[in-house]
């Protein structure tokens, strides 16, 4: 009889053991077909070049390129200025000999970023942002004359001109990116043509009278763009328009 009672517990406590998991077991079974849209979903977000999210081995990474670049450059711009002393106002040009030939550093870095390629999109756009950012520095710190970087037809270069606007924006960068927006054809390059006017209109070195053909090159550049440069474009047409409203 003992033994018997010893049975009966056994099994009811077996039971009671047994119960949480099948629980589970069924709820994820009513469930599997959403649960199955939602990895499907997230795999996707994931594995899309233009998406905001990655998975490394610390887990799930989120990223803005806006702000990421945005602190870049400004981190850039704050160091190169402090080290030369230069004025931060907009339009400023420093007092410096010019030179009329492309430095060649710059020449080498403009040519080295034509030539970058890296299977992960993020790293491949961290170098192609690398690049932009040493570029602007030799743009500033050497007084490169900024019409030199479009004679070559060179997308490196007409990158280092955007670059070097954001940086430091000066009158007339506007007037030359717009001669050569419309010859570009890597979106890295566009999204910084489009960073760069954004910030020129946005420190009011630019000329409102060509807000009408920036809005127009920013219409053109929707076509192909992924979803940062669709991001950016956005962001500088809301700046543009609000802008021309003051």
Not at 199 to 221: C, H, N, P
Request: aromatic content about 4%.
């Amino acid at each position: 009889m003992d033994a018997f009672i010893r049975l009966v517990e056994q099994c009811v406590d077996l039971a009671a053991a047994l119960v949480w998991p099948a629980a589970v077991l069924v709820v994820l079974y009513y469930l599997r077909e959403p649960v199955s849209r939602l990895l499907d979903a997230v795999s996707s977000r994931i594995g899309d070049p233009a998406a905001d999210v990655s998975i490394s081995k610390e887990g799930l990474e989120f990223r803005s390129r806006i702000e990421s670049l945005e602190v870049d450059q400004e981190q850039t711009k704050s160091l190169t200025l402090q080290a030369l002393g230069v004025s931060q106002e907009p339009g400023f040009r420093t007092s410096m000999a010019q030179s009329q030939q492309i430095d060649t550093e710059l020449l080498r870095l403009a040519n080295e970023y034509l030539m970058i390629e890296h299977k992960d999109w993020s790293q491949r756009v961290n170098l192609k942002d690398t690049a932009a950012l040493k570029m602007a520095d030799i743009v500033v710190t050497q007084s490169v004359p900024r019409e030199l970087l479009i004679q070559q037809q060179n997308e490196g270069l007409i990158l280092a001109l955007a670059a070097a606007s954001h940086t430091l924006p000066e009158s007339g960068d506007l007037e030359l990116l717009m001669q050569v927006a419309d010859q570009v054809t890597r979106l890295h390059v566009k999204y910084r043509i489009v960073m760069a006017v954004g910030r020129l209109f946005e420190r009011g070195v630019a000329d409102r009278s060509m807000a009408e053909s920036v809005l127009k090159l920013l219409t053109a550049y929707r076509q192909g763009a992924d979803q940062s440069l669709l991001r950016r474009i956005a962001y500088s047409e809301s700046t543009i328009k609000n802008g021309m409203g003051n």
